[in-house]
């Protein structure tokens, strides 16, 4: 296997740490923040969407290597990033407020975009610490 990051590190997928934060703080933020302060409007409207592409990246890059759609073990591309943002703010923001069955449910909110893109942008600075911290620039 190789490692872009030039470090052996294996991506951990559903025991990646960044991901267990994120599934910790949905809990908490559905469970603990939003029904005891429905006025924190960032909690109720954008956090989930801040950890959308940290939470969901992981399980699906790791379905993709158990179908050898994948073929290596390293931390998530931007590529693969930016493609799940891509599909995930299309699907939510464009199709699903229009479509019947989540008409009412679903509203399109742009600001959910910029959410989803600072989740992804942290994930992928979280990602790649190591190589930006060693000095090597842009993840491949």
């Known amino acids: 296997m190789r490692s872009s990051e030039g470090t052996g590190a294996r991506f951990r997928y ?8 994120c599934v910790a703080a949905y809990g908490l933020n ?3 923040v939003r029904p005891l302060w429905p006025e924190f409007t960032f909690a109720r409207s954008y956090l989930n969407d801040c950890l959308c592409i940290p939470f969901w990246l992981p399980g699906l890059l790791l379905a993709c290597r158990k179908l050898r759609i994948r073929c290596h073990d390293d931390p998530p591309l931007p590529g693969e990033a930016l493609g799940l943002l891509i ?3 299309f699907w939510f923001e464009v199709l699903a407020p229009v479509l019947p069955p989540f008409r009412g449910r ?3 909110d742009p600001w959910d975009v910029v959410a989803y893109a600072w989740g992804a942008v942290g994930a992928m600075l979280f990602w790649h610490r190591r190589a930006l911290w060693r ?3 842009r993840p491949a």
């Open 87 to 89: 599909a995930w703010s």
């Open 106 to 108: 679903s509203i399109a």
């Open 135 to 137: 000095g090597k620039g």
């Open 14 to 21: 559903l025991r990646d740490p960044l991901f267990l934060v």
């Open 30 to 32: 559905r469970f603990a």
